[in-house]
């Protein structure tokens, strides 16, 4: 294969867009008095079977890859730091949610309460993160990166890219633009499927 370019400087590629209009004389036609008529739902081009097979292979693949704990401990070496998975998800939501509660912390980082309370018991002992009792509510705390933390967000993230970047290295610049794409609208495609699932909450509601 091709040698590839470093990836932080690719770019996908948009087309620029074809004028696809065919000049064709203008036909007269009797005016009908009808109903309106629904269109036909256009069905969504079907799927083969052996290549949705081999997409799901690969991803039980990638996703046994990233949730290893050998990947974590390289990531952790190589940025210098002692960070599981789920603690590095709230530092990256800590730093768009700044002075946020644990509970909307676990929200916005998809992670359940309990998971989220015990890695950020970690984050506090490491110095990472900071809180401070939320005035609204003296039960509560409310969290915020410390100097600290946004360096090691910095390094893992540093870390995560070249991880990222080795593993595509041998990609052509193009092929890592179109895996970019694709990646994203299947990663959007699943999340507006899971969006339109009822929760179990409404599931049980609707059986009664």
């Known amino acids: 294969?091709?040698?590839?370019?470093?990836p932080a400087t690719t770019?996908?590629?948009h087309a620029e867009p074809?004028?696809?209009?065919v000049d064709a004389e203008p036909v007269d036609a009797e005016p009908v008095d009808s109903e309106p008529?629904?269109?036909e739902p256009v069905d969504a081009e079907p799927v083969d079977v052996e290549t949705v097979d081999?997409?799901?292979?690969?991803?039980?693949?990638?996703?046994?890859r990233i949730t290893d704990r050998r990947t974590t401990d390289l990531l952790n070496?190589?940025?210098?730091?002692?960070?599981?998975?789920?603690?590095f998800t709230l530092l990256a939501r800590l730093e768009q949610h700044r002075d946020a509660r644990l509970a909307e912390l676990a929200t916005a980082a998809d992670i359940d309460v309990s998971t989220a309370s015990r890695q950020m018991a970690r984050l506090l002992e490491q110095g990472l993160v900071?809180?401070?009792?939320?005035?609204?509510?003296?039960?509560?705390f409310r969290h915020r990166l410390t100097a600290q933390g946004a360096a090691a967000l910095a390094r893992l993230r540093r870390a995560r890219r070249t991880w990222i970047a080795d593993s595509v290295v041998d990609f052509a610049t193009a092929d890592q633009a179109q895996l970019?794409?694709?990646l994203t609208r299947f990663s959007d495609n699943l999340q507006e499927q899971s969006d339109r699932q009822p929760s179990p909450a409404q599931r049980d509601a609707d059986r009664s």
Request: charged share 30%; glycine share 4%; aromatic share 2%.
């Open 11 to 13: 770019r996908p590629a």
């Open 37 to 39: 008529v629904d269109a």
């Open 18 to 21: 074809v004028d696809a209009t």
């Open 130 to 140: 900071s809180r401070r009792t939320d005035p609204s509510n003296h039960r509560a």
């Open 1 to 6: 294969m091709a040698q590839a370019e470093p």
């Open 77 to 87: 070496t190589w940025a210098g730091v002692d960070i599981e998975r789920s603690g």
């Open 180 to 182: 970019a794409d694709l």
């Open 54 to 64: 081999l997409i799901d292979a690969a991803l039980v693949r990638l996703v046994r």
